[in-house]
């Protein structure tokens, strides 16, 4: 079993929490592991800036989607 940082933990529960996505938790704390914070939030930032209707899925969905597809440029190193 992982054993995350209170600060990791706590970015993963701020997160999951502003995306209204409990159940991808775990997947949250494991960002929290790879990316940089400054990254994390600057992705969340950009997902609420967009309006719920412009929205296909889920914020949530959108979220991973955007990490994923900018997450190899922003590894923090660890």
Do not use: C, W
């Not at 529960?13 to 997947?27: H, Q």
């Not at 592991?33 to 992705?43: N, P």
């Not at 412009?54 to 979220?63: T, V």
Request: glycine residues 6%; aromatic residues 8%.
């Amino acid at each position: 079993m992982q054993h995350y940082e209170p600060y990791e933990i706590k970015l993963a529960n701020e997160i999951a929490e502003t995306l209204k996505d409990r159940d991808a938790l775990p997947l949250f704390l494991a960002y929290t592991r790879k990316y940089q914070e400054s990254h994390l939030r600057r992705i969340l930032a950009k997902v609420m800036s967009i309006p719920e209707g412009s929205i296909r899925k889920s914020r949530g969905a959108l979220f991973t989607f955007l990490i994923n597809q900018h997450g190899s440029s922003n590894n923090n190193g660890s």
